[in-house]
T-cell receptor
Framework: ETGVTQTPRHLVMGMTNKKSLKCEQHLGHNAMYWYKQSAKKPLELMFVYSLEERVENNSVPSRFSPECPNSSHLFLHLHTLQPEDSALYLC?????????????????FGPGTRLTVL | KNEVEQSPQNLTAQEGEFITINCSYS?????LHWLQQHPGGGIVSLFM???GKKKHGRLIATINIQEKHSSLHITASHPRDSAVYIC???????????FGTGTRLTIIP
């Protein structure tokens, strides 16, 4: 138990569906992340929110839309996905050192959501 | 070419053996992370280090900043150590982590 929870754990959706992934952290951290893990590829960073502001999105397709309503919750809204979007989606949180913002404290990962797009 | 390279990609060993997993990186970093991912996807952060050596139980992580190289060692390996071990580099002043492809470790009883 890392203090980061994700729901649902498994999701199967059609290409025309709209769904959302949820992440919640109970660690008091100020930064949250979405990662995508495809088979036989390194983890890919999708979005970073630091102090509830998006700081990086790495040119992720617009069919993925993040939302961070507060420092404890992070959503990933999905619509019109493609089969190649099937992957494990991992959420993580960390405490970014302020005010210089230098370095990154250890990231704590949730268990992931296994997404299958039919 | 990935900015963070790990070797070997797969490693199978007998219970009790001493295990070494290597990580080389080509980017400037502020810290190097070692993560463990068990079947089913759950990831646990093992170490974050920026210099020298850290030890936790049977796990030891070392880093050589000049050579841009880190190693993860497991002493007296056990079947429950079977997992994918991932090396990741974080950049100074940036929350981004750059991940290696992972090393799949299998410990046979």
């Amino acid at each position: 138990e890392t203090g980061v929870t994700q729901t649902p754990r498994h999701l199967v959706m059609g290409m025309t569906n709209k769904k959302s992934l949820k992440c919640e952290q109970h660690l008091g951290h100020n930064a949250m992340y979405w990662y995508k893990q495809s088979a036989k590829k390194p983890l890919e960073l999708m979005f970073v929110y630091s102090l509830e502001e998006r700081v990086e999105n790495n040119s992720v397709p617009s069919r993925f839309s993040p939302e961070c309503p507060n420092s404890s919750h992070l959503f990933l809204h999905l619509h019109t996905l493609q089969p190649e979007d099937s992957a494990l989606y991992l959420c993580a949180s960390s405490q970014v050192v302020l005010p210089s913002g230098d370095g990154t404290d250890t990231q704590y990962f949730g268990p992931g959501t296994r997404l299958t797009v039919l | 070419k990935n900015e963070v390279e790990q070797s070997p990609q797969n490693l199978t060993a007998q219970e009790g053996e001493f295990i070494t997993i290597n990580c080389s990186y080509s980017v400037g970093i502020s810290a190097l992370h070692w993560l463990q991912q068990h079947p089913g996807g759950g990831i646990v952060s093992l170490f974050m280090l920026s210099s020298g050596k850290k030890k936790h139980g049977r796990l030891i992580a070392t880093i050589n900043i000049q050579e841009k190289h880190s190693s993860l060692h497991i002493t007296a390996s056990h079947p429950r150590d079977s997992a994918v071990y991932i090396c990741a580099a974080s950049n100074f002043g940036n929350e981004k982590l750059t991940f290696g492809t992972g090393t799949r470790l299998t410990i046979i009883p």
